[in-house]
Antibody, heavy 120, light 108 residues
Framework: QVQLVQSGAEVKKPGASVKVSCKAS????????ISWVRQAPGQGLEWMGW????????NYAQKLQGRVTMTTDTSTSTAYMELRSLRSDDTAVYYC?????????????WGQGTLVTVSS | EIVLTQSPGTLSLSPGERATLSCRAS???????LAWYQQKPGQAPRLLIY???SRATGIPDRFSGSGSGTDFTLTISRLEPEDFAVYYC?????????FGQGTKVEIK
């Protein structure tokens, strides 16, 4: 069965960086893209970006350009999302999600979420 | 960036009633790239509808999606107790995704 298992909760100070991992299993990792979506406390969902696990191509949300980097390690079927220069409004649950089909833009499997708290 | 506006913000209904949720886009969206999700507190979103009208695996047929262009609708024909949740529409166009702000379906 398809599973996406994310790394644990993080507490960071403003200005620091965080790197969240998402380990995939139960399917051919390189056949699908992975997106990252975040949700601030009590708020809606925000699309952060997409990475092709096939060739590493990425698309990022404009507001995060320059602060976010998404990568994959095909040897371990793991996707990573790094966010730099953290601010208090980056406090959120971060989800990885697998596309239903390659480049379909919709997501049929989600990780359990990783809470990132940014606080001095 | 395409902005998705969902209405109403909150829908107060009783079990057994019909729910109609709207998602309007600021510019035309390809139906292939329009999806709906359900989210309950403390849980990850769950895919309900993709391609504007196709039900995801395991989704009951009381959930249906319709629409094209800039106007899309999610309908729940008869609300079950487990359907009370927040619903989001989402689009993926020009290599960028966006979500609507959500509609909360609450028990009246």
């Amino acid at each position: 069965q398809v599973q996406l298992v994310q790394s644990g909760a993080e507490v960071k100070k403003p200005g620091a960086s965080v790197k969240v991992s998402c380990k995939a299993s139960g399917y051919t990792f390189t056949s699908y893209g992975i997106s990252w979506v975040r949700q601030a406390p009590g708020q809606g969902l925000e699309w952060m970006g997409w990475i092709s696990a096939y060739n590493g191509n990425t698309n990022y949300a404009q507001k995060l350009q320059g602060r976010v980097t998404m990568t994959t390690d095909t040897s371990t079927s793991t996707a990573y999302m790094e966010l730099r220069s953290l601010r208090s409004d980056d406090t959120a649950v971060y989800y990885c999600a697998r596309e239903g089909t390659y480049s379909s833009g919709w997501y049929d499997y989600w990780g359990q979420g990783t809470l990132v708290t940014v606080s001095s | 960036e395409i902005v998705l506006t969902q209405s109403p913000g909150t829908l107060s209904l009783s079990p057994g009633e019909r729910a109609t949720l709207s998602c309007r886009a600021s510019q035309s969206v390809s139906s292939s790239y329009l999806a709906w999700y359900q989210q309950k507190p403390g849980q990850a979103p769950r895919l309900l509808i993709y391609g504007a009208s196709s039900r995801a695996t395991g989704i009951p047929d009381r959930f249906s999606g319709s629409g094209s262009g800039t106007d899309f609708t999610l309908t729940i024909s008869r609300l079950e107790p487990e359907d009370f949740a927040v619903y989001y529409c989402q689009q993926y166009g020009s290599s960028t995704g966006t979500f609507g702000q959500g509609t909360k379906v609450e028990i009246k």
